[in-house]
């Protein structure tokens, strides 16, 4: 049970240049997030995904795109970077509900797991 | 103002010491409070999870929620050098999971 994989680890790109950042997840959880992590600023959601074949944009989506063909793979796309794109990224997932163990009748928001983040620079 | 505030540290502590990390928030929607390790250049981790208000302990850790002083603190007892890492304080509204948001962080070293 790897729970949330991240590739690449790292990656140096120039500006103007695109790449594809992948996350793959083995828990079953329907829904996926891309976050961004930069010193000061706490981790920022860039897309998020409700389920297979949906996308939803979150805080900081400009330059991004997503997509999530599979339940278990969500990928994010940096079409042009920019040197602001330059940060850690990372991707998270979680249940869309948990149900309280007592009493299935009450349910919670389900907490994310994250993978260990993809480090990109962008000179 | 930002929506989570929280002191960013860092926070130096000799061994065996208790410390007490704390975050501050504006929205009192907020219904769900996670705090969340983070090891350096490895993701976060969950640590504690809360639903409104009231303490939750587990093992040397105790997360304690005051919703009226929109206020949230996690206590390390005995602290070890393991638990040297960057602490982030989570939140979401009860609207099944998009909107999570973070403090910045604040980072601890436990000093042997």
């Known amino acids: 049970n790897a729970g949330v994989t991240q590739t690449p680890k790292f990656r140096v790109l120039k500006t103007g240049q695109s790449m594809t950042l992948l996350c793959a997840q083995d828990m079953n959880h329907e829904y996926m997030y891309w976050y961004r992590q930069d010193p000061g600023m706490g981790l920022r959601l860039i897309h998020y995904?409700?389920?297979?074949?949906?996308?939803a944009k979150g805080e900081v989506p400009d330059g991004y795109n997503v997509s999530r063909l599979k339940k278990q793979n969500f990928l994010l796309g940096l079409e042009s970077a920019a040197p602001s794109q330059t940060s850690v990224y990372f991707c998270?997932?979680?249940?869309?509900?948990?149900?309280?163990?007592?009493?299935?009748?009450?349910?919670?928001?389900?907490?994310?797991?994250f993978g260990n983040g993809t480090r990109l620079t962008v000179t | 103002q930002k929506e989570v505030e929280q002191d960013p540290g860092p926070l130096s502590v000799p061994e065996g010491a208790i410390v007490s990390l704390n975050c501050t928030y504006s929205?009192?929607?907020?219904?769900?409070f996670m705090w969340y390790r983070q090891y350096s250049r490895k993701g976060p981790e969950l640590l504690m999870y809360?639903?409104?208000?009231g303490n939750k302990e587990d093992g040397r850790f105790t997360a304690q929620v005051d919703k009226s002083s929109k206020y949230i603190s996690l206590f390390i007892r005995d602290s070890q050098p393991s638990d040297s890492a960057t602490y982030l304080c989570?939140?979401?509204?009860?609207?099944?999971?998009?909107?999570?948001?973070f403090g910045p962080g604040t980072r601890l070293s436990v000093l042997p």
């Open positions: 995904s409700v389920g297979e074949g949906t996308t």
């Open positions: 998270a997932s979680s249940y869309s509900i948990i149900r309280d163990i007592w009493d299935p009748r009450i349910s919670y928001n389900s907490p994310l797991h």
């Open positions: 929205n009192s929607a907020f219904q769900y």
């Open positions: 989570a939140m979401t509204e009860d609207n099944y999971g998009q909107n999570f948001v």
């Open positions: 809360t639903y409104s208000s």
